[in-house]
């Protein structure tokens, strides 16, 4: 029995990503009993890394965007190296650094820098349909101009989504989530519509002039020379090490509550009092299990393929993203150029990213080994034959995906769940939130903050 607040039991965390990770560890380091609870063999979830004949590769390109404090208690200065990505997109056959810069926009079109530049300038054009208000097509090709939109937003994103053009259907808010990169098509915000005010025109040129050496300036990210697994592994060694359980391979499948408590968790078939419960999985399956309505809300899964080969290639950048759809993925990255030590001495490798909304296409991802190496071969990234290897992985509900509504469908799902006192949601998948890994590290160690239960 706790003398707080009369409740006993354990802080039980269900799911070992960095989230979990993360707030499990917290917890227990202001000495409270701590079950962490996590359904696959092994932790770390979407940040998971395969360590397989030498080569370390990850869940997909995964850099540190910003440093938190926990990486900094968890990792001394010289094990994490700064990053500076160079991508690559591969368009109508030319390879384009993104995000767009100044020099890469003379490889675009004509007509399409034309319409870029009058929209930054003057604003979207009068009497044109941009589509519904708050969807990705309105917002992008209102800032950027519907050419640039035509020719690299909609194809690059209908093949991250597996063929669904997304353009109407998603709220504008999905990208702002996404991003965090800086250039010509990311940093600024939209400019409002001044039409046949020259003064204000000349206004907003001066801007744009201002505001470009912003997009000459590279990108610093971190990344753990290990792998970026590494951080997983070494939050759950810290988490044990000050005395806190781990169970891996352990499914709850039911949960315990009241009106307005969780009682208990049942784990493998063991019912385990709770204190609290923190929730970093589906969102579908803890409304499933407290009777709650589940929030519909479409997501993209991955597969990602892990491609070995037998020397060193030479890279033209740090990642590619071939828009093309004759192309089987829609980017991979090269680990060699990351640091020494993610591929054996003398070893290139490729990391490729297959997006899909369909389920069954996970099961059948093993038949795409032929045509992702075909498409590695054509972009020049290997010959045909230099495969020493190749595997894959999924994931699937990695992205969230937001409908025009999102909002009104999110306020249900947190409403119905606000009268559980000792619940808490945390990470990517739990909070619906296009989160990156400082976030959910961030999200998990907020679940410690301002709780009386
Ligand atoms: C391809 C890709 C590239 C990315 N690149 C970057 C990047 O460059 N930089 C960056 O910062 N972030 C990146 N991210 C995002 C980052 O990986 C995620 O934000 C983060 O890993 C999410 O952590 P999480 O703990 O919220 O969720 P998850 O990692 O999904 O963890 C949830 C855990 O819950 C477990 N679980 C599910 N159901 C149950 C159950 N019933 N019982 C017990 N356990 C359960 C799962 O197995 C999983 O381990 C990328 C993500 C992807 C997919």
Redesign the pocket.
């Known amino acids: 029995m706790n003398e707080r607040n009369g409740t006993s039991g354990v802080t039980l965390v269900?799911?070992?990503?960095?989230?979990?990770l993360t707030a499990a560890y917290r917890w227990r380091q202001r000495g409270e009993d701590v079950v962490l609870?996590?359904?696959?063999p092994y932790?770390?979830?979407?940040?998971r890394s395969h360590h397989r004949n030498g080569f370390i590769f990850d869940?997909?390109?995964?850099?540190?965007?910003e440093k938190t404090s926990l990486l900094d208690e968890l990792f001394a200065p010289d094990e994490l190296v700064a990053f500076g990505p160079e991508i690559h997109m591969v368009l109508g056959g030319r390879w384009i650094r993104y995000p767009f810069t100044p020099s890469s926009m003379l490889k675009v079109p004509l007509g399409v820098q034309m319409d870029f530049l009058r929209t930054r300038a003057l604003g979207p054009r009068p009497g044109v349909d941009y589509g519904p208000p708050d969807s990705f097509r309105s917002n992008m090709s209102r800032q950027f101009g519907h050419g640039l939109y035509d020719f690299f937003f909609r194809p690059y994103l209908t093949k991250k989504f597996g063929g669904w053009d997304i353009s109407d259907v998603v709220h504008s808010d999905w990208w702002a989530m996404a991003t965090h990169t800086r250039g010509v098509v990311t940093r600024f915000a939209p400019p409002a519509p001044r039409p046949g005010h020259a003064m204000g025109a000349l206004r907003k040129l001066a801007r744009l002039t201002k505001e470009l050496p912003y997009v000459f300036r590279k990108l610093a990210l971190w990344y753990p020379r290990a792998g970026f697994g590494e951080i997983p592994r070494r939050i759950a060694e810290q988490f044990v090490h000050n005395g806190g359980v781990i169970r891996l391979n352990?499914?709850?499948s039911q949960i315990r509550r009241t009106e307005t408590r969780i009682t208990g968790v049942v784990v493998d078939g063991e019912e385990i009092p709770v204190r609290r419960l923190i929730w970093?999985?589906?969102p579908n399956?803890l409304a499933r299990m407290l009777g709650t309505s589940t929030l519909d809300m479409p997501t993209l899964h991955?597969v990602?393929y892990f491609i070995s080969t037998d020397r060193r290639y030479r890279r033209r950048g740090t990642e590619v993203r071939p828009v093309d759809p004759e192309y089987a993925f829609y980017r991979a990255y090269f680990p060699e150029t990351i640091c020494e030590g993610l591929t054996p001495g003398g070893r290139s490798a490729v990391v490729a990213?297959v997006g899909t909304t369909n389920r069954d296409d996970l099961a059948k991802a093993g038949e795409k080994y032929g045509a992702m190496i075909d498409t590695c071969a054509a972009l020049g990234l290997f010959p045909h034959g230099a495969v020493t290897d190749i595997f894959h992985d999924v994931?699937p509900d990695?992205?969230p995906v937001y409908p025009l509504d999102y909002e009104t469908r999110l306020q249900r799902y947190y409403s119905e769940l606000a009268p559980i006192q000792n619940l808490l949601l945390?990470?990517?998948?739990?909070r619906f939130q296009y989160?990156?890994?400082?976030?959910?590290i961030r999200d998990g160690e907020r679940t410690v903050e301002d709780v009386l239960f």
């Open positions: 269900a799911g070992a990503g960095l989230a979990g609870v996590e359904k696959a932790v770390g979830g979407m940040a869940f997909g390109p995964h850099f540190i965007i352990s499914q709850i970093t999985a589906s399956l991955s990602i990213e994931q990695c992205y945390a990470g990517r998948n739990a989160y990156n890994s400082h976030q959910v």
